[in-house]
């Protein structure tokens, strides 16, 4: 009997990740046209789809914050 519950939840969260898939992609056009009409179209999306568009961000973060590290260590160093 306990079998039978975890293949429902199991397939219970495939359903629920399947739904979610789904919704987002019916929705996609209308969020859009909201998000243009507010002005956010602008800005970048908070989680790139590609992986090469993660790395892409990772890296623009990456030396963004060593370049803010050296600086800091500089003004230390004048400051010194």
Do not use: C
């Amino acid at each position: 009997m306990n079998k039978h519950f975890s293949d429902a939840r199991y397939y219970l969260g495939r359903a629920a990740t399947h739904l979610k898939i789904g919704l987002s992609e019916e929705l996609e056009p209308v969020v859009r046209q909201v998000r243009t009409r507010l002005g956010y179209e602008g800005e970048q999306d908070l989680e790139p789809q590609t992986r090469v568009g993660r790395v892409r961000i990772a890296a623009t973060d990456s030396t963004a914050r060593v370049k803010q590290a050296i600086r800091a260590r500089r003004s230390d160093e004048q400051a010194a």
